[in-house]
Each structure stands twice: as C-alpha cells, then as structure tokens.
C-alpha cells in the first residue's frame, strides 16, 4: 500500500498508548496469546492467535473507554456519559463507566440481540433502545448528549480510545518478541490504527495488516481518495466491523502506519468462526475472526510468525447458529442435491441405502410423488447431507452415478 512517510504530529503517539496502558492496570486483562498449529500449518510459520474474545466485556472495547472516560474532568464526569452501540462498544463504555463511578446512557438499534442489551444494563448502563440502524441510534445518542451535557463516547474517533486499544499492540510485542506481521480487523479504524502506532514506535520492522469485510471496507477507497469516504451502503455479517465511514483521527494513522487493508469475503468470515471454534476451541464473533479470514484466504501472503487479534467473542447464539450453518457450507462440510428415481415401493430406501454405505449423515429429506413437472413414474426427492468435506462430497456424488442416480442440481 502506498502512503506517505509518518508524521512527526501523529494524533497518538507511543507515549500516549504507554500511558493509557499504565492507566488499564487492573482493569483490562492482558489476554492470552494461542498458538494454532493448524493455522500454522497453512502459514507455513507459526500462527500465535491474540484472543481479545477473553477480554473483560467480551472484546478489547473495554481498553479505549476507560480511558476516554478516565480522562474526563470532575465537570464532565458528573455529567454522565452516552454511547450508542449495537453491542461491544456498548458493553466497554458501560462497564468502564460503573468501574469509574460515571453514570451512562447508552442507546441500541430496537433490534439488538437481546444477550447484549442485558449484559450492557448489567454493566450499569440505562440502555434505550432506538432507531432500527446505527445510524438512527447515533443520531439519537448525540442529540441526548447535546440535551443533557453528557459527554459522547465515540466508539473509534478520539485520541484517547485508540491510545487505549493501541495497549492490544504493546501486549503483542511482549508476549511475542519475535512477530513479524500482525493482522487486526478494520472497523471505524480505532484497534488498528492504536496497534499500528505502538507497534511501529517500537518494531517498525513488523508488518501490520488492516482486514475489512468486503461488504463493509471503507478504508481502500477513502485510502486511494487521500480521506475518508462514506460507502453508500455496508452488509457483512461481521457488526463489529460493520463501518461505513473511517474515522478522521484513525484514518490519518491507518494511513500513515499500516503496510496494508485487504478485504474477505462473507463465506472466509464464516470458514474462519468454525475453524476458531473447532479447532482453537475458542468462540468468536465474525469481526473478531476477520483477521483469521485474512489468513485463510492467502496464507502464504504473511510472513511468519504472525499474530492474528481475534477482537472480540460476543456473537448472539441464533446468529453463531447461522454462521455455522453457513461456515459449514463454505467449508464443504454440508451437501445439497436433487435427483429423481423411479416411484416404487422401497426406491428411497435404496437410495438412503447408498448414502449409508459412502457415511454421509442426512439432515433432511423431501419426497415430491406429485408435481407436474415429473412424469408419471418419477419421483424427485431433495437431499441435505452432512459430509466431511470436500473429497467426501465429490465420493458421494461418485457413488451416486455409480448407483444409476442422476444428480439434478
């Protein structure tokens, strides 16, 4: 990626991301770092994974706004603080504002997964629920803040909350010496561009890499511009990095700091939960499995060993249902198929007895005998199968020819 050469004015510098690090003693943990043999295999290099999914919230959030809100003056604090989040961010500026005795307001889409709207009031935040997109949630957050005084805590565009995610970067650095990329997801920009200027400051030799969702990646286009630049419109599955504009403070340290953005797709997002949550036995949201995505799709594109910064762990369980569903698909560990046979008494036990013999595990089956499309001796039945990937598809399929079926579709 080109860029310019760094600004000696950077908005955040090492000093300000050690100092918000001294600030988090006691506060945020210092997660731990996982070795994945699997993802190293394919690297070709050791693979560490940062897991920020074990972080108190659920996400590294809790780092940057506690220190924004640490930073206020007695004025402001007494003022109260406001947010307006669909989930992580929502949970840190809860949570920081109980643990600095500051009371918040934060405002969630009306569709926001019911597990976090309650964990955030558990946190001690006065959740109001507005608007059906962020937008209109944010909307109302500022036009509260403006009402009332309390001070607005963006969730990436100020200096102290990427001084505070900036201490992810110092913590890689100390629990892996030896790094040589790092690969962290790109949202509004604050996580990477904190990282970067750690890291940088103090390893400028060490890549890091930005990943955005490519339903949701602002930041090539506002790169190639020269500032930031609203998409018309996001889709990802992956909220947590779901922006539709950078942030003017990050951008100017993405821009400056990072070596490179690449995008994933939807199907590598789901692919890299399910290898997370199989492999690593660890669960993550599908922004926080971005970086893992980045990596699956070219591995061989990084230069080892590379730390991977799962962000964040807070996925509502029916989406995680449909992530799985869509991660085992991508993987090849599902098979759908439509043939037609002969109607005749015991023609579907045959055709099971096929699948049974190669081990493909039926989920569902559907049994047309009457559509005018099939003639009077058809039967069409549609088949969905859990397979073990993508050599026991192509085996399924041969074992079906060689019984006689023709596979529709």
């Known amino acids: 990626m080109d860029r310019p050469s760094p600004s000696a004015l950077l908005p955040v510098t090492l000093d300000d991301v050690r100092g918000a690090h001294k600030m988090l003693s006691g506060v945020a943990r210092m997660t731990v770092m996982e070795t994945s043999r699997h993802l190293s295999s394919l690297v070709g290099a050791p693979v ?5 999914n074990l972080q108190r919230t659920g ?24 947010a307006a989040s669909a989930g992580n961010h929502a949970q840190g500026v809860a949570l920081a504002a109980a643990l600095l005795g500051v009371r918040s ?17 558990d946190y001690g935040a006065e959740v109001r629920l507005h608007g059906t997109v962020v937008d209109e949630t944010l909307r109302a957050a500022i036009d509260y803040a403006q009402e009332t005084g309390a001070v607005f805590i963006h969730p990436f565009d100020h200096p102290d909350i990427i001084a505070g995610q900036g201490t992810v970067g110092l913590e890689i650095l100390e629990q892996c010496p030896e790094v040589r990329t790092i690969v962290v997801g790109v949202g509004g920009g604050g996580l990477a561009a904190g990282v970067a ?23 090539p286009p506002s790169l190639a511009a020269g500032r930031p ?22 951008f100017a340290l993405v821009r400056d700091l990072l070596d490179d953005v690449v995008t994933v797709s939807e199907d590598q997002l789901s692919s890299a939960l399910l290898l997370c949550l199989e492999r690593a036995k660890l669960v993550v949201e599908p922004a926080g499995a971005s970086s893992v995505a980045a990596l699956l799709a070219a591995p061989h594109a990084y230069e080892g060993p ?22 085992m698909s991508a993987a090849g560990r599902y098979l759908s198929l439509r043939l037609r046979l002969t109607d005749r008494p015991g023609a579907l036990a045959t055709l099971l007895g096929v699948l ?54």
């Open 105 to 121: 307001t934060v405002f969630m889409p009306v569709g926001a997964p019911l597990p976090k709207v309650a964990a955030t009031r």
């Open 229 to 250: 630049v609203a998409l018309g419109s996001v889709a990802t599955m992956a909220d947590g990095i779901m922006v539709g504009r950078p942030g003017d403070v990050p």
């Open 197 to 219: 200027v750690a890291v940088k400051a103090l390893r400028p030799d060490v890549r890091v890499v930005g990943v955005q969702a490519a339903g949701a990646a602002a930041y």
């Open 48 to 52: 560490h994974l940062k897991c920020e």
């Open 59 to 82: 996400s590294f959030k809790i780092r940057g706004a506690y220190v924004r809100i640490a930073g206020l003056s007695p004025e402001e604090r007494a003022a109260g603080v406001v």
């Open 356 to 409: 049974s013999v190669v081990d493909a595990n039926v989920l569902d089956v559907s049994h047309v005998r009457t559509d005018p499309r099939l003639g009077l001796t058809e039967a069409e039945v549609e088949l969905h199968l859990e397979t073990k990937g993508p050599e026991h598809c192509a085996a399924v399929g041969t074992a079906l020819e060689d019984a006689g079926y023709v596979v529709i579709a």
């Open 306 to 327: 590379v730390v991977a910064v799962l962000s964040g762990g807070n996925v509502d369980p029916l989406l995680m249902q449909r992530i799985l569903r869509h991660g």
